[in-house]
């Protein structure tokens, strides 16, 4: 769990964030559960015309000033939003590509390939599991069987423990990571230089995740809007799904 008190966002549903003043915003964006909806495998999710246009309205409108912060790698990232935006983290922030297309990651730490073995054998015993070797880390999905969620902590944790990597808990996965930045340090980078610098920093997303970049934009002067059901967060504004975080997006590229 986060080490801050969490309180619920002041806003009730349907009360959205403002528009985003554009020659002074940068705006940070999750991917999955903000811009696509979670389908019920990582791979379901796909391409879209409308969004990808959108995003590199956006990219223009804002001067450059969008980044996607996802747990999914660059790679993966391109393909689903089609290249549209160059400065991206991926896997929590331990890849990232600024925004001059340079791309810089942490080592993979060399036991997580021992974790992905240990994770495939534990993931065919039981049904509706599936693992995802990202290199940089190994996720472990349970959202297509739910009750499996103590189990795959269990042995989340465990591994974590013998072989010294850190563990992330998310929406329906857990995920063994090299040690590393996180989501919020990835936008505290992507703000120390251009053409970010400078800017009121607005964080999107909806996973546990988020919460680090949440309030790291908050402290450096920006705001965050949590996507979802509302629930506990640092995350000053909120919106109910990805349609209405695009809607929102549509209105701040207009
Ligand atoms: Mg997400």
């Not at 001067?63 to 290249?83: T, Y």
């Not at 992330?168 to 989501?183: A, C, H, N, S």
Request: charged content about 25%.
């Amino acid at each position: 769990m986060l080490d801050i008190n969490l309180e619920c966002p002041p806003h009730g549903k349907g009360e959205g964030p403002p528009l985003p003043h554009r020659p002074q915003s940068a705006l940070f964006l999750d991917l999955d559960g903000t811009l696509a909806p979670i389908e019920a495998t990582p791979g379901a999710v796909g391409p879209d015309r409308d969004r990808t246009r959108l995003l590199r309205r956006l990219v223009e409108r804002f001067n450059g000033r969008v980044a996607i912060l996802s747990g999914r790698s660059i790679a993966e990232v391109d393909r689903i939003l089609q290249g549209a935006v160059v400065s991206v983290a991926g896997v929590h922030g331990l890849e990232r590509r600024s925004s001059r297309g340079d791309v810089t990651g942490v080592q993979s730490d060399p036991a997580l390939e021992r974790v992905a073995e240990t994770l495939e054998c534990f993931a065919k015993g039981q049904r509706g599991l599936l693992v995802e070797n990202k290199g940089r880390s190994v996720a472990l999905h349970y959202r297509a069987h739910p009750p499996a969620e103590e189990a795959c902590l269990d042995i989340g944790r465990r591994l974590a423990a013998v072989h010294g990597l850190q563990i992330q808990e998310g929406r329906m996965v857990i995920e063994l990571r090299t040690p590393g930045p996180d989501k919020g340090g990835s936008l505290e980078l992507f703000m120390a230089a251009k053409p970010f610098a400078g800017a009121i920093p607005i964080m999107v997303g909806d996973d546990l995740t988020d919460e680090h970049a949440f309030r790291t934009a908050e402290a450096l002067g920006g705001w965050s809007v949590l996507v979802g059901d509302p629930r506990p967060s640092a995350a000053l504004y909120r919106l109910p799904d990805p349609a209405a975080v695009l809607a929102w997006l549509e209105q701040a590229a207009a």
